[in-house]
C-alpha cells in the first residue's frame, strides 16, 4: 500500500515538472523550426517545415553577426560581475556577522538601504560620466555588483551565524592571521551558499535587460537580451527567428546546468538545510 | 594536506578569474569599432531597431559614406515602445544622445521637450520640399526639428477581395454602407465580417484613431479645439467612433475570440479570407507578404468608412522624424543636417524605396512606386482626390495613453460608448495638464 501511494505521488510530480518545464521549452524549440508563416500562428503543433538550422543561420547573420559579440559580452559581464560579487559578499557578511560595534552596524544599515531604495537611471549615469565609465563594460560590471551586493550580504552572514566562532578561535590561536582564518577556515565552509549566490546571481546578471539597455549603450556593446528585440515590431514581427534567438541563448546556462548540476544541487540543498 | 589545498586552490581560481575577466572585461567593449583616419568626422545614428528600419538605415549610411568619404556614420538601435520612449528621454538629458536619431512625431515628439533638447532645422533647404500637413507634427511654435524618416502609415480597413467579390459587394463609403455590407456577410456565413483582436490591445484603437480623417473633413478645427479643451471625446463628431466600436460588437459582427486573439491571427484570418475585414494599419500589408505571401493579391485597403459625411477620407499616420539633439556640435553637427538633408534628397527616397517602403510619402520628391502591393495602391485614389489627412496624435499633442484599454471595453461591449468617452476624457485631461497646455 504504502509504496504503491510512493509511485502515485512520484508520477504526480514527474507530470508536474513536465508541464511546468518541458512544454514551455517545447514550444520554444518547435516555433523556432518553423517558417514565419507557421510561427506567427502559435499553435503547438509539429513544424510543416523544419527549417530549425536556417533559422538559427539566420539568426546568427542579422546585423553581422551581432549575437557572437553579445554572448562574448555578456558572458564577459555575468562572469566577471558574480564573481566579483561572491569574494565580496562572503568577506563582508564574514566581517558584519563577527564583529559588532557602531562601525557593521552601520554597514548593515547601509546594506538593508541598499534592498530598499531603488536605484535611479539618470544620477547613475551622472555617477558614471564623472567616473568616465559610461558605456564602459567596468562601469556595467560595478553597477551589476552593487545591485547583488546587499542580497548576497544578507545571505553570508545568516550563514557564518551557523559556523561556530570556536573554530575562528582555534585558527588564530595556532598563528593564522585573520586573512588566513578568513581565506582557509570560513571560505570552504561557505562554499554551499556560494553556490546558491552564483546560481541566483548569474541568472538574474545574465537575463538583466533594462541594466545594460540605460548603462551600456551602443551596438559593440550589446548583450544577448538586447538581441531578442532584434525580431520584433509592432506590425510586422519574426518570431520563428525570435524563438531561434531564445533558444540559442538558453542553451548555454542549461549546458552548463549539466555539467554543473551535481555541485549546483549539492549547494543549494546544503544551504537550505544550514542556513 | 589534502583539505589544507583545496581553499587555497579556490582563492587561486576566483583572484585570477577576477584579475583576467576585469582586464578582458575592460576591452571588450572596444571590440569591432574599426580604425579612424585623421581629419575624418565620426557620427553616431540612432534609429529603432525593428529589421526592415535597420536594413533600410544600413543602405542609407553605405550610400551617404560613398557621397561624403569624410564622414563615418556609426549605427546604433534603440527597443520600440515604452522602453525606446525612456532610452531617449535618459540620453538626451544626460546629453549621451547620439548625433542623429529618430524618433515619432506628433504627440511623442511634444514629450521630449524639443525647444530645450533639439537643433532647430528651420532653416534647411529640404524643409520646402515637405508635404505641408507634416510639418506640425514635427514643430513647436519656436521652430521645426524633424525631418521624416520614411512613408506615411495608412490606417482604414484592410478587407478581403475574394469575400467581397463573391458576395458582390461594393467599397463603403459611409458607415450605413459599411454596416449593410457586414451584415450581408454575416447572413451568407461564409467570413467572419470584422476581425478584432483585443489580445493585442493596441489593435482596438483603429477604428477610433482611423476615423479621424472623416471628423477633420466636416470639422477642421476640431483638433485644435481639442488641444485648447473645447472640443471634446464626449460630443459628436468623436463620439461617433466610439459609438462605432461599441456597434460593431452589438451587431454580432466580431470574430469569436476577438478578446484574446493577438495581432497576427487577425492578419492570417483576413488573408485566408476567413475574416472580411480587419480595421487596422497598412502594416498588414507587410506581414501578409511576409507570412502569407500567395494571398497577397487579395487583400485590399479603404479609408474608415464615415458616418459624418458622404465621402470618406484616408487617416495617415504621419513617419517618425529625424532629430539632431543640441549636444551635437561643430563638425559633428554638419554632418549630421548633411546626413539628414541626405534623406531628403531623391537619392534618399530612392534608397527608402528599395528598402522595402511605399509611403504615400509626405516629401514631393518622393512617389509610390509602380510595384507597390495592390492595397496601397489602391489607397492612391484618396490621395489623388485630396480626400486625406494625419492621424489626431500628429495634430494634437494630447493622447491618454488609456486609449487601448477604453477601446478594448467599448469594443467588447462592456462599457458603453459614452462612458468609454467620458473616462477617455478624463485620461486626456491628465495628460494636457502634465504638458502644461494653456486652458486646461
Redesign the interface.
Known sequence: MRSHSHIVRGLVALAVSTIVFLVPFAFIVLTASKT??DA???EFSWPGDFVLLQNIAEVFK??DFVIV?AF??ST??T??SV??M??LAAMMGYVVQRRTGLFTSAARMLVLAALIVPSA??PT??VL?ALGL?????GM?LIEVTGGLPFCVLLCSAFVATIPRELDEAAALDGAGPLRVF???I??LLKPVVVTMVVVQSVAVFNDF?GP??FL?????ATVQ?TL???????????NLLFADILLITVPPLVLYLFFNRQIVEGMVNGAVKG | MKS?N???R??AL?GS??VV??S???S??????GEQADGDTTITYLV???????KAANALIAAFEKDNPAIKV???????GS?GD??VK??L????MSDVFSYNSGSLLQAIRPDEYLVSLSDQSWVKDLDKSYLPAVSTAKGLYGAPTGGTTPGGVVYNKAVYAKLGLKIPKTWDQFRANNLLIKKSGIATPVEQTFGDA?TAQLVILADFANIAAVAPQWAADYTANKAHNVDQPALGSWQHLRQLHDDGLLNKDFASA????G??ALATGKAANYP??A??I??VR???PQYLKDIGMFAMPTATGTDSHLTLFLPSGYYIPKTSTGAKLDAAKKLVAFTQTAKGCELLIQSGSYGPFVNRLCQVPADAPAAIKELQTYVAAGNTGPALESVSPIKGPDLPQLAVEVGSGIRTADSGAKLYDQNVLQQAQQLGLPGW
Not at chain 2, 529603432?48 to 535597420?54: A, D
Open positions: 514565419s508563416a506567427s500562428r502559435f542579422v546585423r559579440r562574448i559580452n564577459t559581464l562572469v566577471s564573481a566579483v561572491v569574494v537611471v539618470v549615469i551622472w560620466q559610461y558605456k564602459q563594460m567596468l560590471i581565506f582557509r577556515v571560505l570552504p533594462t539597455l540605460y549603450p551602443g551596438e559593440e556593446n538586447a528585440f532584434n525580431f520584433q515590431s509592432q506590425t510586422l514581427s519574426q518570431w | 589544507s583545496a581553499p587555497r579556490l582563492v576566483i578569474m577576477v575577466l576585469c578582458a572585461a575592460c571588450v567593449g572596444s571590440l569591432g569599432t529603432f531597431n525593428e529589421p526592415s528600419t535597420v556609426k549605427l546604433d538601435t534603440m527597443p520600440t522602453d525612456n532610452v535618459t540620453r538629458s544626460t546629453g549621451e493596441w493577438t495581432y497576427d491571427k492578419v492570417e487596422m494599419l502594416g498588414v507587410d506581414a511576409q507570412n502569407h
